[in-house]
């Protein structure tokens, strides 16, 4: 078993970047690099690039998602980067979506720890959850899934008009180009490669933004959220008492 490294001292443009809840970020990045390690959310060897490789990677995402609106972080794992999106816009209402167990309980335990007030935790994976949780304005994603399988399970959730902000790496044009037919069936309209970051960080995070039209998901979205209000009134209907 590999021991953890010590965690690092946030780097001044930290402080620049998560402004009046710096201290927040930094508890969070201890909870990462203690607990985070131990459950196995974080690998050992990502504790001294975690603020670098992770925590600001995360953050500047903000520079892109529009102001006051609602947005599900799918597969948000340890919490990136919905939590370090949540420290430094406050004004957003964000869901971390997670199916696994252990991580959910560290997610709600983190948000406890750090006084997220905007944040909520949701189980469940993001297919099975259309229809369940109420429609998004933003998507957010990081090494989730390729490019066409992420935006299969993460445009459904969204609301017309609303997009997916998926963090990715240098692959990101090439998985744009080969989800193209993917993302028109899902119903996107728009989709482009920018670059968050670009003032604080020495290498920017590429952002992949997919717009969505009418009709986010696709056919098949709208049949689940159709069925999902059905069974939903069924429920309630079958919760009142005949006279």
């Known amino acids: 078993m590999i021991e953890a ?12 970047v998560f402004g009046e809840y710096f201290p927040q970020a930094v508890r969070y990045a201890e909870l990462l690099a203690d607990a985070g390690v131990r459950r196995g959310l974080i690998g050992p060897r990502e504790v001294p690039r975690l603020w670098e490789r992770h925590l600001l990677n995360c953050a500047v995402l903000s520079e892109v998602v529009p102001a006051d609106v609602s947005v599900c972080d799918v597969g948000s794992g340890a919490g990136l980067p919905g939590i370090p999106l949540a420290l430094t816009r406050p004004d957003l209402r964000i869901t971390l979506l997670e199916p696994l167990l252990r991580r959910t309980t560290f997610l709600e335990e983190a948000v406890r720890e750090l006084g997220l007030e905007n944040v909520t935790v949701a189980r469940g994976r993001a297919e099975e959850m259309v229809g369940k949780l109420p429609q998004v304005d933003v998507v957010t994603a990081r090494a989730v899934a390729p490019l066409d399988r992420l935006a299969g399970w993460g445009l459904p959730l969204l ?4 997009e997916m902000l998926a963090l990715k790496g240098d692959t990101a044009e090439e998985e744009l180009a080969a989800a193209r037919d993917a993302l028109h069936k899902l119903g996107a309209v728009e989709w482009s490669v920018v670059q968050a970051g670009e003032d604080v960080l020495e290498v920017p995070s590429t952002v992949v933004r997919v717009l969505v039209g009418e009709s986010p998901g696709g056919v098949k979205a709208a049949a689940r959220r159709a069925k999902a209000v059905r069974a939903n009134r069924s429920a309630r209907g079958g919760g009142r008492r005949r006279r």
């Open 5 to 16: 490294a010590e965690l690092p001292p946030a780097p001044e443009q930290a402080k620049a």
């Open 159 to 162: 609301r017309q008009r609303g």
